[in-house]
């Protein structure tokens, strides 16, 4: 039988110069690990970069050979999709940091020919926009026309934005925030001391040897507590009870605990543990308001960037509220902004889950960039920005909780 799926290989751009991070730090050679979907037209003008969030990578849609799963968005991204391969290039790449095919700590340092560990450099946001765009110079594209982030991907969109502003035209940031909550900070720091406590991490010290599988499995059960909301843990899982009869009393014996369990172990066979510690130490430095403590400069050119922000109003690792004070931000700004807090019971995985809904904003929002191609972009009146954060809005900036 003929394998009818779509099939893709993640390339490798080997850019043989060295990297500055933010930080000051230089590495001497950087690889950028990406895939593509669909074409680039001949104006060069139909790119959009989809940015992946902490566990993701370059693989966000289609098959490699060999998989049973699709890519991370795959739901979203192809023939007829919300964002359609017929249509639309798209790009995703793996993040400086990560450890599936970018540059990591677990890459190889030329100095020392050993993986770099806890000697790779801190790193931040901005520095993996900054990589975004060698990759972009690298595809010859010079303006996209959307880029789309959830969770930290919607971090690296707004980095993007308020660095390079006249870089897109559109801008979708799901679920996600201009900055960290002390809680949304605690959680991170939890999941990092539990990597550290493992024996095996070894002060990042454990390639070539037994990994701190123990430490990045709790990191990871931590995480899945938060990405999921009480009502859906509820309706999932319950107080239902796997082997009653067992007299082992602390081994997993509640629907939940088994479900935290494969999801602690089926991660360490893809992510490694200094990477946990660098990308989530990123994002809890992220800080749209630094250096200059405001917002008013970031988003002084937003006049030109159409938005559209999506929150999901039982998502309580990102709750709306930090959608809210970014569409707030950027309509007294004058942008051109649609914001819709999406009634889901999924909590922060909605925005990986809720693909009806997703997928009918994002085509009616990209469908508008094209009709609307060649036309100004209407400035918002201070009323129409405090409209469309109370869920008041006019139609045409729908503002409404979706059921």
């Known amino acids: 039988m003929t394998d009818s799926r779509t099939h893709v290989e993640t390339q490798i751009l080997s850019v043989e110069r060295p990297f500055r991070f933010e930080s000051g730090d230089i590495i001497p050679r950087l690889d950028i690990a990406y895939e593509t979907y669909g074409s680039l037209n001949e104006r060069r003008d139909n790119a959009v970069l989809i940015e992946h969030a902490l ?25 007829g999709k919300a964002f359609d391969t017929d249509r639309w ?25 050993k993986p770099y560990g806890l000697t790779f450099p801190p790193m931040s946001i901005r520095d993996m926009v900054e990589v975004q765009r060698i990759l972009l110079k690298h595809l010859g594209i010079d303006k996209l026309k959307c880029i789309a982030g959830g969770s930290m991907g919607g ?33 991170n720091e939890v999941g990092r001391r539990a990597i550290m406590a493992d024996p095996r991490w070894n002060g990042g010290n454990y390639y070539g040897a037994a990994p701190p599988e123990g430490g990045l499995s709790v990191a990871r059960m931590i995480g899945h507590i938060t990405y999921l909301s009480e009502q859906m843990m509820q309706e999932k899982f319950g107080r239902i009870r796997k082997d009653k009869e067992s007299r ?9 605990e088994h479900y ?25 430095y992220f800080d749209l308001t ?14 030109e960037v159409r938005f559209l922000v999506i929150s999901f109003t039982s998502d309580w690792l990102y709750p709306s ?27 922060h995985d909605a925005f990986l889950l809720e693909v009806a809904t997703m997928t009918s904003l994002i085509e009616s929002f990209l469908g508008r960039l094209v009709r609307e191609e060649r036309i100004a972009v209407p400035m918002v009146s201070p009323t129409r920005a405090l409209l469309a954060v109370s869920g008041q809005a006019p139609r045409t900036q729908l503002a409404e909780t979706l059921a």
């Not at 993701?56 to 991370?72: I, L, M, Q, S, V």
């Open 248 to 256: 082992a009393v602390f081994r997993p014996s509640f629907e939940v």
């Open 155 to 187: 971090m690296q969109a707004l980095q993007f934005f308020c660095d390079y502003p006249f870089q897109f035209e559109s801008f979708i940031c799901i679920a996600s925030a201009m900055k960290h909550s002390a809680q949304q900070i605690a959680f």
């Open 290 to 303: 630094q250096p200059t403590g405001s917002l008013a400069a970031a988003f002084a050119t937003s006049t």
């Open 321 to 347: 509220y930090h959608s809210k004070r970014l569409v707030s931000a950027l309509t007294a700004a004058g942008a051109d902004v649609t914001y819709l807090d999406v009634k889901s019971s999924w909590g």
């Open 260 to 284: 935290l369990d494969y999801q602690g172990v089926s991660f360490v066979k893809r992510f490694d543990a200094n990477s946990y510690l660098y990308v989530t130490k990123a994002m809890d």
């Open 89 to 113: 290039f798209v790009i995703c790449s793996n993040v400086i940091g990560g450890c599936k095919g970018t540059t990591g700590p677990s890459s190889v340092d030329p100095a020392t020919g």
């Open 55 to 79: 566990s993701g990578d370059a693989h966000a849609a289609f098959y490699h050979e060999g998989d049973r799963k699709p890519g991370w968005w795959d739901c979203m991204i192809g023939p």
